[in-house]
T-cell receptor
């Protein structure tokens, strides 16, 4: 079993829809990162969480430490949100373990 | 520059050639990480530096892979006698603090294709 599991693997949404991407992990962590990767592009850090909830524009990230689960929500989705969204957890040794990513496509 | 810079962006090598990939982190960033991302996969950890010290190299897939950061800033990932399975994007990331609480900044990656 992978240490970090994301769901769904692929997601297609219509413009304007509310989107949720889930991440479950099985190890103790010091922080959880949500990252965005555009095709052929580098990775951009969206959020770093160790507890609770963070919001940035139309993006919201939550984490439940007890349940070892995090969600990334996108409100009022737009075609420019189309990208791969990656959950990564940082253990206490500074090593990041990545999920396989969720490929999001938002159609206009 | 303001961000993490990697070079070359694209590298094509013949099987058996040695390659060197460079990462120039954000100035002052203590921690530096190398990751390998195969096509369609999430990144996988290779190695981690804190300043010039390589604290974790558990992810390096074989002794053909070698990384250094001699002055605690620029880092080089060297792959000797490249094989086709080494084809991947090699990502570098840096963060400011020594602790595990720092936000990561990624470079654009170096795409290596081994023929």
């Amino acid at each position: 079993k992978n240490e970090v599991e994301q769901s769904p693997q692929n997601l297609t949404a219509q413009e304007g829809e509310f989107i949720t991407i889930n991440c479950s992990y099985s190890v103790g962590i010091s922080a959880l990162h949500w990252l965005q990767q555009h095709p052929g592009g580098g990775i951009v850090s969206l959020f770093m969480l160790s507890s609770g909830k963070k919001k940035h524009g139309r993006l919201i990230a939550t984490i439940n430490i007890q349940e070892k689960h995090s969600s990334l929500h996108i409100t009022a989705s737009h075609p420019r949100d189309s990208a791969v969204y990656i959950c990564a957890v940082r253990g206490y040794g500074n090593k990041l373990v990545f999920g396989a990513g969720t490929i999001l496509r938002v159609k206009s | 520059g303001a961000g993490v810079s990697q070079s070359p962006r694209y590298k094509v090598a013949k099987r058996g050639q040695d390659v060197a990939l460079r990462c120039d982190p954000i100035s002052g960033h203590v921690s530096l990480f190398w990751y390998q991302q195969a096509l369609g996969q999430g990144p996988e950890f290779l190695t981690y530096f804190q300043n010039e010290a390589q604290l974790d190299k558990s992810g390096l897939p074989s002794d053909r892979f070698f990384a250094e950061r001699p002055e605690g800033s620029v880092s080089t990932l060297k792959i000797q006698r490249t094989q086709q399975e080494d084809s991947a994007v090699y990502l570098c990331a840096s963060s400011l603090p020594r602790t595990s609480s720092g936000e990561l900044f990624f470079g654009e990656g170096s795409r290596l294709t081994v023929l």
